[in-house]
């Protein structure tokens, strides 16, 4: 084909995006390739054939080979046995929502970008419609251990701290009390679960607890690292606000929520709970004279 007189900004955006589409159908490749999901797997294939027929238009218009990202696709692949493939997917979809915007932009003078085009708009609807992921579905009962733990223990850490200022003391009741609670919480979960008539009760139950002992083993881990109990503190704190703070995104992303609103309202909770909780220590240590 005939090369075309680009500008320079021009080419090196077509460059950009033959990388990616070069990226993304070796990300699609792989993920499908672990895909039991027979349905998924053949979906994921076709659009990972059409991203390579999409960077070959692209070469053809341009006239350069590009080179696909391979540390990016093997870094999403591996991301996606981490964090489930329905996150990296809606992260690639949020990527390809921004690649439709750009192709549409050169549409007058290349009109092969409207196919391009039509073509990523159709990748985000079937990628919407096939995404089942088994991990998604307990998103309800990880939240209730997520948050459970973090305005229960934020509250109870931070009420200790000041009650008996040896931070191994207070880890010490803090594993205690956090142990017995991930049982409790998952024991209620199901109970509920079962009561409700899910057959899955189990699985619930078992999301609920791994992400409550999670969240109690990152809350307590300052206070075995710091013999200060103020630092011990103040990092607990920092280690909820990140906690909730990624939580947050990833759930954001794999299920379409907004992110800011959320994250201040979970945040706001378990800072107000530990703030009034450390008030308490302070009251019960002065008022029962209780010194350790």
């Not at 797997?41 to 076709?46: N, P, S």
Request: with cysteine; net charge neutral; hydrophobic share 45%.
């Amino acid at each position: 084909m005939k090369e075309r007189e680009l500008s320079a900004s021009t080419t090196r955006f077509l460059m950009q995006m033959q990388a990616n589409e070069l990226t993304e159908h070796l990300v699609y490749a792989k993920i499908a390739n672990h895909m039991k999901n027979e349905h998924n797997k053949a979906v994921l294939l076709r659009i990972s054939e059409e991203e390579m027929k999409h960077a070959k238009i692209w070469e053809n218009i341009t006239g350069q080979k590009a080179k696909p990202k391979k540390r990016k696709a093997s870094w999403l692949h591996f991301l996606s046995y981490i964090l489930g493939f329905t996150f990296v997917l809606k992260k690639m979809e949020n990527g390809e929502d921004n690649a439709s915007k750009g192709y549409s932009s050169l549409i007058d003078q290349l009109p092969e970008a409207q196919k391009i085009a039509d073509d990523e708009k159709r990748h985000e609807t079937e990628l919407i419609a096939m995404l089942d992921e088994e991990r998604l579905q307990y998103i309800g009962s990880m939240v209730l251990g997520l948050s459970d733990a973090l305005v229960e223990l934020s509250g109870t850490l931070a009420g200790l701290t000041f009650a008996l200022q040896n931070t191994r003391l207070i880890a010490l009741s803090g594993l205690i009390t956090g142990i017995s609670a991930t049982l409790s919480m998952a024991s209620s979960e199901y109970l509920s679960a079962k009561n409700s008539g899910d057959k899955n009760a189990a699985k619930s139950s078992m999301y609920t607890g791994i992400a409550y002992v999670f969240t109690v083993a990152f809350m307590v881990l300052p206070y075995l690292v710091f013999s200060s109990y103020v630092l011990a503190l103040v990092v607990m704190m920092v280690t909820v606000v990140i906690i909730i703070m990624l939580f947050t995104y990833y759930t954001s992303v794999a299920k379409d929520l907004p992110f800011g609103k959320r994250f201040l309202e979970m945040a706001g909770i378990s800072l107000t709970v530990a703030a009034i909780s450390f008030c308490i220590g302070i009251l019960v240590k002065k008022f029962l004279g209780i010194e350790i």
